[in-house]
């Protein structure tokens, strides 16, 4: 069990530290508009968004798919510009102050899940090459589910003191932060763009 500090660590930091941004990225894009008052909402968007990253890295891991390392880091900041863009388009209920479930988002959750996890598997490395390969996969998943949890309890109490303390309108929260996440996903692809003719 000596590794499995170190797994949980890896999968921790692919989530919740800022130098793999484009990953917590699509969480705040998905996640971050909500309130308290969706928290049902936010659960079952998660859980179809570790629903696709596990099927992929699963498949990944034990080599069953292989991973387009090259578009991805095209194709991953994408998911958040199309979710960021979505976000555009919801409209609150004018007496609870919340948006209203909408099926298309699970789809948008689970196909975002799906692209991401085909990312986290190349982070375990030499482990994948390894008999033992269920505690690093383990942990590793344990270490994303517990910063994918911190993450969004952070954002629902961004949420609660910005729309409930200070009363900041939720739809203008919603604008701010989905402004800012295709930006920053629209940055990510343009430095991933000129780093590819560099190389070239």
């Known amino acids: ?4 500090p170190h797994y ?6 692919k989530i ?4 793999v941004f484009v990953h917590i990225l699509f969480i705040i894009a998905l996640c971050g508009i909500y309130t308290f008052k969706s928290v049902r909402l936010i659960a079952t968007y998660a859980a179809c968004f570790v629903l696709g990253y596990l099927i992929t ?10 991973a387009p390392a090259k578009l991805l880091p095209f194709l991953l900041p994408l998911t958040t510009i199309i979710v960021s863009v979505s976000n555009f388009f ?3 209920n004018a007496f609870t102050n919340k948006y209203s479930p909408h099926n298309y988002r699970y789809f948008l959750a689970l196909a975002g899940g799906l692209l991401h996890g085909l990312d986290f598997p190349a982070v375990l490395g030499s482990a994948l090459e390894s008999d033992k390969l269920f505690l690093p996969v383990l942990a590793f ?9 911190l993450t969004i309890s952070f954002l629902l109490i961004t949420a609660f003191i910005l729309t409930y303390l200070l009363r900041v309108n939720i739809r203008e929260w919603n604008l701010i932060l989905s402004g800012a996440c295709a930006g920053i996903s629209i940055y990510i692809i343009m430095n991933a763009f000129f780093y590819t003719l560099v190389l070239k």
């Open 141 to 149: 998943n344990m270490g994303i589910l517990s910063a994918l949890i």
């Open 1 to 4: 069990m000596s590794d499995f």
């Open 8 to 13: 949980f660590s890896l999968g921790f930091i």
């Open 16 to 19: 919740a530290y800022l130098d």
């Open 57 to 66: 890295f699963i498949l990944s891991a034990f080599g069953i798919i292989n």
């Open 90 to 92: 919801l409209k609150k």
